[in-house]
């Protein structure tokens, strides 16, 4: 009588033909001896609640991943870049007494005035708001997000056609907090040259960072 314990530890599955049989450790260095049917199919049984088992524990634990030299306990975290949304600078605010829907409604129409400017007409917007504490004297920056990853690529590859859009606007992607501040003191730095002579057409920002054209080369201030 042949004894498996400690499934599936103990027990090497051999493939023999069509009929998968177990082995126990006393018959590993022999040959495949018979086992009668009952007991395989005891054993196929056994070795199946085991599987599901230890899958349900990973399910539990899920939350919770451990490696030799990091314990990282909770929700992983994600790199959600293409859950960013989009934002466009220089859309004028609409008159604070009307009404919020009205509002959302008036930011809606102007994206996808851009957006059909930019013959991106196909992708569906999941989201529009304003950031930023409302002020009569200016206008808040617009954020979008779109349902395709894909399209927020080719509007981001697209901005080139805005020279030729009815009214300036600046399209970037959404900036992390880290960003804004880089972006803070980029456009305090541009403001300051041009207080001191330069001309602005000299003058760039990409990428939240400030540049200055030098000799017809683009220099990172």
């Known amino acids: 009588m042949h004894k498996y314990t400690n499934l599936p530890g103990e027990i090497i599955p051999f493939l023999s033909c069509d009929n998968l049989l177990f082995v126990c450790d006393?018959?590993?260095?022999?040959?495949?001896?018979?086992?009668?049917?009952?007991?395989?199919s005891d054993i196929k049984e056994e070795f199946t609640k085991t599987i599901v088992e230890c899958i349900d524990k990973c399910f539990e634990k899920k939350s919770v991943l451990e490696t030799p030299n990091q314990k990282i306990v909770g929700k992983p975290v994600i790199n959600d870049s293409n859950q960013s949304g989009i934002r466009i600078r220089g859309v004028p605010e609409t008159h604070e007494n009307i009404p919020p829907l009205a509002r959302l409604n008036y930011d809606k129409q102007k994206v996808n005035e851009i957006l059909h400017?930019?013959?991106?007409?196909?992708t569906e917007i999941?989201?529009?708001r304003r950031v930023?504490?409302?002020d009569h004297n200016k206008s808040r920056p617009v954020i979008f997000k779109v349902a395709n990853p894909w399209h927020k690529r080719v509007i981001l590859a697209s901005l080139t056609k805005l020279k030729t859009f009815n009214q300036r606007v600046y399209v970037?992607?959404?900036?992390t907090a880290d960003e804004l501040i880089i972006e803070k003191k980029s456009l305090e730095k541009r403001r300051q040259l041009i207080n001191e002579g330069c001309e602005?057409?000299?003058?760039?920002?990409r990428d939240f960072k400030l540049y200055q054209k030098v000799n017809n080369d683009w220099k990172l201030l």
């Open 26 to 40: 006393d018959c590993k260095g022999g040959q495949v001896p018979h086992i009668p049917k009952q007991e395989i």
């Open 117 to 122: 400017h930019l013959q991106v007409t196909d």
């Open 126 to 128: 999941t989201d529009v």
């Open 132 to 134: 930023g504490k409302y």
């Open 172 to 175: 970037s992607r959404e900036p």
């Open 200 to 205: 602005s057409a000299n003058l760039r920002i």
